[in-house]
DNA sequence: CATCAGGGCCCTG
DNA sequence: CAGGGCCCTGAT
């Protein structure tokens, strides 16, 4: 599909904002519906059933930040429309976010102050609806990285769509509708395995009106997460990563899989991964240190790993993530 | 070549 | 509440 109509939107972060450390985050598997370097970030976007085309440049400093947005779409949109893509973007990307609070309790924190200061302005963010992540997450269940990048990949193929615009051609995310009548053979023909039925279920709940994301955001934490569990295939970890990618929960951590509990291990006790910190111990630290901003400090931490990382192996870690 | 565990979760006993 | 099974794949 060729998206030839563009419209440009000017957004305004509130301060401050560190836009690569925000929209680059090195520790996602690489899909194609996204790329980035420095000062850009395209993707694309399936919203109120149009897929876009989207276009993120710094054209700002993180004390005075400033996007320019460009949307390409196949037909002209109207006004209307932008205006609720501006505010969906707003959320997902938590533009709005203020960030004092934190950096005032963690300014003279010992491991977290210098971290604070080196992504100021970095805040989390996850692009896409809670059904797009409900199938990332179930893809990663039990995969190595390369595993799930190629059945997230075949998933596109499949069902998704290719979008062409500023001389990109990129993967779109399908709608929930699209599976209607799908067959878990067919499913599984794309080499996804026993995921297959997890993905169908959780179709299923969203064009059976099982879950609403836009009223979930409104759900107290505990309706929030039983929402989630309810779900067929989606358990602990993955509603861990939910809670605080989709609905922005800073201080839920009650979750630590084998492969985080060897990363935290040596993160915060230097233990290698044959004598990890039993989980227990590692929630306590998080809790006495961390709260109430439990997930959004030890995203910081993880973020600072993964962007030394990109800029030279860490010999420790790499041995703990099978590409 | 065969075996194994992986960025979990469900189901059973 | 512990433990087996699950799809497929690269590592060993």
Request: net charge negative; with cysteine; charged share 25%.
């Amino acid at each position: 599909m060729i998206l030839a109509n563009q419209r440009t939107i000017r957004l305004h972060p509130r301060a401050p904002f560190h836009f690569d450390s925000s929209l680059h985050k090195p520790d996602h598997f690489p899909s194609s519906d996204n790329r980035w370097t420095s000062g850009i970030r395209w993707q694309t976007m399936l919203w109120k059933s149009i897929p876009l085309g989207l276009k993120f440049e710094d054209t700002g400093t993180v004390e005075e930040p400033a996007i320019q947005l460009s949307v390409w779409s196949e037909k002209a949109l109207d006004d209307g429309y932008l205006a609720s893509l501006r505010d969906e973007i707003e959320w997902r990307y938590n533009l709005s976010m203020d960030l004092s609070e934190f950096y005032d309790h963690f300014g003279d924190h010992p491991q977290l102050a210098p971290i604070v200061r080196r992504w100021r302005g970095l805040r989390p963010i996850h692009p896409g609806s809670l059904y797009e992540y409900l199938i990332i997450a179930i893809v990663l269940q039990n995969a190595t990285v390369r595993r799930s990048v190629n059945m997230l990949q075949a998933m596109f193929e499949a069902f998704g769509s290719s979008l062409e615009f500023d001389g990109q051609s990129m993967s779109c995310f399908w709608e929930p509708e699209k599976l209607r009548g799908v067959s878990e053979e067919a499913l599984r023909a794309l080499k996804i395995g026993y995921r297959a039925k997890s993905i169908l279920r959780v179709t299923q709940a969203f064009f059976d009106g099982e879950l609403d994301e836009f009223a979930l955001r409104y759900s107290d934490l505990d309706e929030q997460r039983t929402s989630l569990l309810r779900l067929y295939g989606i358990g602990p970890a993955s509603v861990g990563y939910i809670l605080f990618d989709v609905f922005h929960r800073w201080d839920d951590f009650r979750h630590i899989s084998p492969w985080e509990q060897k990363i935290y291990s040596k993160m915060f006790f230097d233990q290698d991964p044959d004598d990890v910190v039993p989980v227990p111990e590692l929630l306590a630290l998080f809790e006495k240190d961390f709260s109430p901003w439990r997930s959004l400090a030890v995203h910081y931490l993880w973020e600072d790993l993964w962007w030394r990382r990109a800029h030279e192996p860490v010999e420790w870690l790499e041995q703990l993530i099978r590409l």
